[in-house]
């Protein structure tokens, strides 16, 4: 047997209560690595997928505002800019919302130009501008879902009710395209004319545009001429790189930095309430014990040392746990942030690195006073308790 | 030759704010390879005499040499390893960890000790087999008789080699069978492995089996009796 072993047969002494530690330690250091790796992704730069010579162009106060789409024609005209095409947040549900995917309206002849990295067979794109109801969607998903070309594809609209009431838009299915870039990936996309056509309201708006500039080194300039442009107009407008874009928009989803921050703090807080409470408790019942460690010849400071090992092995397995799960979890948590989002979530080894540290201090700041208390222990007191 | 020698040991606890003067002058030599029975009614400071001996607690005067050290001289860290080299202690309640089994019990004090995990597995054995509990040595405290236990507590006291044994009532809590063995197995210790052993017993029998009896009584050694 070694030291370790002590320790670790110490933490077996009440299964269930140190399991049940163990767990909230590891369900607070999941959420630690899931909101840090949010956090590390708000903060990165432009990622794979993310183009420097693009800008998007939305509404000044919300994403989510409508822009007209008579300002194609200004935004075409502002000096630098080389091409223009738009995209809108169809919403909309399939299979009754059991597979999430987004819709976008689009003009497929520019919206192919703008984006290079999106692959289409020529002979698709013709076809996918000739049909008035047509849509692509990435080669990917005709296994996803089991579809082939030629096939009707109904997306109940949740947004986007047709103009006759109806609910169910009907899509046919008349190409694919395929991209390397994960964020860019899984978007179905449909016809702008059906769209503008068959919507009920908001017709001659566009969610937002994609601007190609003619020098990436102009890009703060350009985006400032486009939106100087709209300064007064009933539609101002906000332009960014579509990093910042995409990072804007999950932004608008809540102030996730200081939600983070919050959810961080009141579930370390009852972490080391409950720690806190369990290091207290197994110390009191293990008084007798480690007066007798004492009497072997164990000296105060190495009893102290063996009571705070206890509480920051156990911290640490549970961080350990916990943060490697948020690692695995982590590509699932991407299916959730807007596609068009150019940057995927990443990982980074500084989150567990951090992790690793922090539960290493819950471990110390958790054991420091038990752990000073069973090395003051006296041992002939303690035994005549025993 | 003596290896425990205490002159005029006097110790005084705060009861209340109220000093309690519990040992009032002892004076006791106990030779190498002696085995002392000490007896005595309850509350009479037995407890806290051996515990002055074994280092566990300090005199609040008087001297005390036990195996060549004096104790008021060593610090805590000092006291401690001595205590690891010097004393084997057993208690009445066995005192053993409920989460380790017999053989690990057996194996704590050489936590702090410079051997190999495997030389303490094998000299953890030894004691065990010398106590006649090879078989047990995977058992949990739990799962072993009063008897057993105390076996096992004796093994953890000799396998650091401790030239002194100090034994607390180690018969107080089993029946007379058990105890026999307990007592045998102490003489055997203290006859063949030359442990010198110091007893508290309140079991005139378990008196028996000692070479000395020593009376204490209101604080005093108050008459020494030749077994
Ligand atoms: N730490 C202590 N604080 C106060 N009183 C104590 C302490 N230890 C022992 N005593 C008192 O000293 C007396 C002798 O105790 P003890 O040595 O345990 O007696 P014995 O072992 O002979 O029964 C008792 O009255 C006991 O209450
Ligand atoms: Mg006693």
């Known amino acids: 047997m070694s030291n370790f072993g002590l320790l670790r047969a110490n933490l077996h002494r009440h299964p269930v209560r140190?399991?049940?530690?163990?767990?909230?330690?590891?369900?607070?250091?999941?959420?630690?690595?899931?909101?840090?790796?949010?956090?590390?992704?708000?903060?990165?730069?432009?990622?794979?997928?993310?183009?420097?010579?693009?800008?998007?162009?939305?509404?000044?106060?919300?994403?989510?505002?409508?822009?007209?789409?008579?300002?194609?024609?200004?935004?075409?005209g502002v000096d630098g800019v080389a091409a223009v095409t738009h995209q809108s947040w169809f919403g909309g549900n399939y299979q009754d919302g059991r597979s999430f995917f987004p819709k976008f309206p689009v003009e497929p002849r520019s919206y192919f130009a703008m984006f290079p990295e999106l692959r289409i067979d020529p002979a698709h794109l013709d076809a996918f501008e000739r049909t008035r109801t047509g849509a692509v969607v990435p080669e990917s998903m005709l296994a996803d879902f089991g579809w082939q070309l030629g096939d009707k594809i109904p997306i109940e609209a949740d947004i986007w009710p047709m103009a006759d009431g109806n609910r169910i838009w009907e899509f046919d299915l008349v190409g694919t395209y395929t991209t390397d870039s994960e964020g860019q990936g899984g978007v179905f996309l449909f016809h702008y004319h059906f769209f503008e056509e068959?919507?009920?309201?908001?017709?001659?708006?566009?969610?937002?545009?994609?601007?190609?500039?003619?020098?990436?080194?102009?890009?703060?300039?350009?985006?400032?001429?486009?939106?100087?442009?709209?300064?007064?107009?009933?539609?101002?407008?906000?332009?960014?790189?579509?990093?910042?874009?995409?990072k804007a928009f999950a932004a608008q989803i809540g102030d996730l930095g200081l939600m983070?921050?919050?959810?961080?703090?009141?579930?370390?807080?009852?972490?080391?309430?409950?720690?806190?409470?369990?290091?207290?408790?197994?110390?009191?019942?293990?008084?007798?014990?480690?007066?007798v460690l004492k009497t072997l010849g164990f000296g105060n400071a190495r009893v102290a040392w063996l009571v705070l090992g206890e509480s920051v092995l156990l911290c640490v397995v549970g961080g350990v746990l916990g943060i490697g799960l948020a690692a695995l979890f982590t590509p699932v948590a991407t299916a959730f942030l807007p596609q068009f989002g150019p940057s995927a979530l990443a990982f980074a080894w500084q989150t567990a690195a951090t992790g690793v540290g922090v539960a290493i201090l819950l471990g110390v700041v958790v054991g420091a006073v038990p752990a000073m208390n069973a090395g003051r222990l006296s041992i002939a007191e303690a035994l005549r308790r025993s | 030759?003596?290896?425990?020698?205490?002159?005029?040991?006097?110790?005084?606890?705060?009861?209340?704010?109220?000093?309690?003067?519990?040992?009032?002058?002892?004076?006791?030599?106990?030779?190498?390879?002696?085995?002392?029975?000490?007896?005595?009614?309850?509350?009479?400071?037995?407890?806290?005499?051996?515990?002055?001996?074994?280092?566990?607690?300090?005199?609040?005067?008087?001297?005390?040499?036990?195996?060549?050290?004096?104790?008021?001289?060593?610090?805590?860290?000092?006291?401690?390893?001595?205590?690891?080299?010097?004393?084997?202690?057993?208690?009445?309640?066995?005192?053993?960890?409920?989460?380790?089994?017999?053989?690990?019990?057996?194996?704590?004090?050489?936590?702090?000790?410079?051997?190999?995990?495997?030389?303490?597995?094998?000299?953890?054995?030894?004691?065990?087999?010398?106590?006649?509990?090879?078989?047990?040595?995977?058992?949990?405290?739990?799962?072993?008789?009063?008897?057993?236990?105390?076996?096992?507590?004796?093994?953890?006291?000799?396998?650091?080699?401790?030239?002194?044994?100090?034994?607390?009532?180690?018969?107080?809590?089993?029946?007379?069978?058990?105890?026999?063995?307990?007592?045998?197995?102490?003489?055997?210790?203290?006859?063949?492995?030359?442990k010198t052993v110091i007893m508290v017993t309140h079991d005139p029998k378990a008196a028996d089996h000692a070479k000395r009896v020593l009376h204490l009584d209101k604080g005093k050694l108050v008459q020494e009796v030749a077994a």
């Open chain 2, 1 to 194: 030759m003596a290896i425990i020698e205490l002159s005029d040991v006097h110790k005084t606890f705060m009861k209340a704010r109220e000093a309690v003067e519990v040992l009032m002058g002892i004076d006791l030599t106990v030779g190498e390879g002696d085995f002392v029975a000490l007896m005595g009614p309850s509350g009479s400071g037995k407890t806290t005499l051996l515990n002055i001996i074994g280092g566990l607690d300090g005199a609040t005067a008087g001297e005390v040499v036990v195996a060549d050290a004096n104790l008021d001289e060593l610090s805590n860290r000092e006291l401690a390893r001595w205590r690891a080299a010097t004393i084997g202690f057993v208690f009445q309640f066995y005192n053993l960890l409920p989460v380790l089994n017999a053989q690990r019990n057996v194996e704590l004090p050489l936590l702090l000790t410079k051997l190999s995990g495997e030389q303490r597995r094998r000299n953890a054995q030894t004691a065990l087999s010398i106590v006649g509990l090879n078989d047990r040595a995977r058992h949990k405290p739990g799962e072993l008789s009063g008897g057993q236990q105390q076996r096992v507590a004796i093994a953890r006291a000799i396998v650091a080699d401790p030239p002194i044994l100090v034994c607390d009532e180690p018969t107080g809590d089993l029946d007379r069978e058990n105890a026999e063995e307990i007592l045998d197995l102490l003489q055997i210790l203290n006859r063949d492995h030359g």
């Open chain 1, 198 to 246: 068959a919507r009920g309201f908001a017709k001659g708006t566009v969610g937002w545009y994609t601007v190609r500039i003619e020098d990436p080194d102009r890009a703060a300039e350009v985006a400032n001429a486009i939106d100087v442009t709209f300064e007064n107009s009933m539609n101002p407008t906000k332009t960014a790189t579509e990093d910042e874009f995409g």
């Open chain 1, 260 to 291: 983070a921050t919050g959810i961080l703090s009141a579930v370390f807080f009852t972490v080391l309430l409950l720690t806190g409470n369990t290091m207290t408790q197994a110390l009191r019942e293990r008084i007798p014990e480690l007066a």
């Open chain 1, 18 to 76: 140190t399991y049940l530690t163990l767990l909230s330690v590891l369900v607070a250091f999941l959420l630690f690595g899931l909101l840090r790796t949010l956090a590390v992704w708000f903060g990165s730069g432009p990622a794979e997928g993310a183009s420097v010579d693009r800008l998007v162009v939305s509404a000044k106060y919300s994403i989510i505002d409508m822009l007209p789409i008579s300002q194609m024609n200004a935004i075409v």
